[in-house]
T-cell receptor
């Protein structure tokens, strides 16, 4: 079946512009995660959605970052007034039941964001 | 707080030789442990996980990992490396007792298998 998809695959923007990144999770997965991966570094947790519960936003680096999720489907990560340090690959993952279980996260291919 | 360490940034091994990618963790309770692999320009792919039971876990592509509670380690191993195994490997942990707490990923280890 279809995996996690993300769009766009690449995004180049100018400093100060807003960007929206999209994630389509695997159908039926209740949990959705956003991570940031800077060049040559590990994954940095950003935000986590679980069903209708309030999202865990503890990883968002600043108030320029926000994310929404419509029910148990698509999520968008928005970065306002982008800065050069926002340049990274943004990875989305989904899992069937969420972090209160043993289930596995399945990752999308990522969106590579470059802020000039 | 939970944490994961991957002490080697880079591991080089000759094709056909056994490989080990190291991971140590810290959690307040009992852990769930995962290994993921990232090929160039691709997302992360799940390799294997330890939840409970047998300390030796077998996963995809011939990889296995051994959970060692006393050493708080979960090293990834493969008996005979392939050039196609060259990739970035991430270890991740979550504390079983902390529902709602998210996974923490290690910084990654780049594996290069030389022909």
């Amino acid at each position: 079946g279809a995996g996690v998809s993300q769009s766009p695959s690449n995004k180049v923007t100018e400093k100060g512009k807003d960007v929206e990144l999209r994630c389509d999770p695997i159908s039926g997965h209740t949990a959705l995660y956003w991570y940031r991966q800077r060049l040559g570094q590990g994954l940095e947790f950003l935000i986590y959605f679980q069903g209708n519960s309030a999202p865990d936003k503890s990883g968002l680096p600043s108030d320029r970052f926000s994310a929404e999720r419509t029910g148990e489907s698509v999520s968008t990560l928005t970065i306002q007034r982008t800065q050069q340090e926002d340049s990274a690959v943004y990875l989305c993952a989904s899992s069937l039941l969420g972090s209160s279980s043993t289930d596995t996260q399945y990752f999308g291919p990522g969106t590579r964001l470059t802020v000039l | 707080a939970q944490s994961v360490a991957q002490p080697e940034d880079q591991v080089n091994v000759a094709e056909g030789n056994p490989l080990t990618v190291k991971c140590t963790y810290s959690v307040s309770g009992n852990p769930y442990l995962f290994w993921y692999v990232q090929y160039p320009n691709r997302g992360l792919q799940f390799l294997l996980k330890y939840i409970t039971g047998d300390n030796l876990v077998k996963g995809s592509y011939g990889f296995e990992a051994e959970f060692n509670k006393s050493q708080t380690s979960f090293h990834l191993k493969k008996p005979s490396a392939l050039v196609s195994d060259s990739a970035l490997y991430f270890c991740a942990v979550r504390d079983k007792g902390n529902y709602g707490q998210n996974f923490v990923f290690g910084p990654g280890t780049r594996l290069s298998v030389l022909p």
